[in-house]
């Protein structure tokens, strides 16, 4: 019962260096985000897909693009990484779907990314 | 706009003592509340959440929390705090668009 899997734990980019943070659920759920943590900010949602096919910004998309590969699998990919993006990484998923009540979101254990 | 406010980024209780844990959140209407908790280098896990059923909800661990429309508060506590209880506690909202808030988030400890 593995949830939510992030790959890779952790991860030392020089700055203009690009890279794609990977995740995957085998919960059959219709939703998956990306949030970044950073200290005395909490989470900030990055991109959700509400369903496969779908993408939407969420509150920080700027030098994130996100592809939603299938149900399972949603990517988070940053292009051209700045110091300013040394977070640590959470991909969640949950139900979702219209009808849906919504439990809330299960997390993978996180990406910790440093950019130099 | 809706938003969610935790009061006190660092909490220190005896262990033992009750732990109180603030949550207030800005909203038109009630929304789902949630409470994780996030040990060191771990991910989010959650301990309990509020989806417009019993205003009193009970958690994993001994955590509960009741949501109060009048005063838009959903705190966390524990009657008795254990060391293992040492960790970062955010509470987040839901509204319509499924699309979990979080809080900034409190870390507590606990003073043996």
């Known amino acids: 019962n593995a949830g939510v899997t992030q790959t890779p734990k952790f991860q030392v980019l020089k700055t203009g260096q690009s890279m794609t943070l990977q995740c995957a659920q085998d919960?059959?759920?219709?939703?998956m985000y990306w949030y970044r943590q950073d200290p005395g900010m909490g989470l900030r949602l990055i991109y959700y897909?509400?369903?496969?096919?779908?993408?939407d910004k969420g509150e920080v998309p700027n030098g994130y693009n996100v592809s939603r590969l299938n149900k399972r699998e949603f990517s988070l990919r940053l292009e051209s990484a700045a110091p300013s993006q040394t977070s640590v990484y959470f991909c969640?998923?949950?139900?979702?779907?219209?009808?849906?009540?919504?439990?809330?979101?299960?997390f993978g254990s996180g990406t910790r990314l440093t950019v130099v | 706009a809706q938003s969610v406010t935790q009061l006190g980024s660092h909490v220190s209780v005896s262990e033992g003592a009750l732990v109180l844990l603030r949550c207030n959140y800005s909203?038109?209407?009630?929304?789902?509340l949630f409470w994780y908790v996030q040990y060191p280098n771990q991910g989010l896990q959650l301990l309990l959440k509020?989806?417009?059923?019993?205003?009193l909800v009970k958690g994993i661990n001994g955590f509960e929390a009741e949501f109060k429309k009048s005063e838009t508060s959903f705190h966390l506590t524990k009657p008795s705090a254990h060391m293992s209880d040492a960790a970062e506690y955010f509470c987040?909202?839901?509204?319509?668009?499924?699309?979990?808030?979080f809080g900034t988030g409190t870390r507590l400890t606990i003073i043996p």
């Open positions: 969640a998923s949950s139900e979702g779907g219209a009808g849906t009540v919504n439990y809330g979101y299960t």
């Open positions: 919960m059959n759920h219709n939703s």
């Open positions: 897909s509400a369903s496969e096919g779908t993408t």
């Open positions: 909203s038109s209407v009630p929304p789902y």
């Open positions: 509020y989806t417009s059923a019993a205003t």
């Open positions: 987040a909202v839901m509204f319509g668009n499924e699309k979990l808030t």
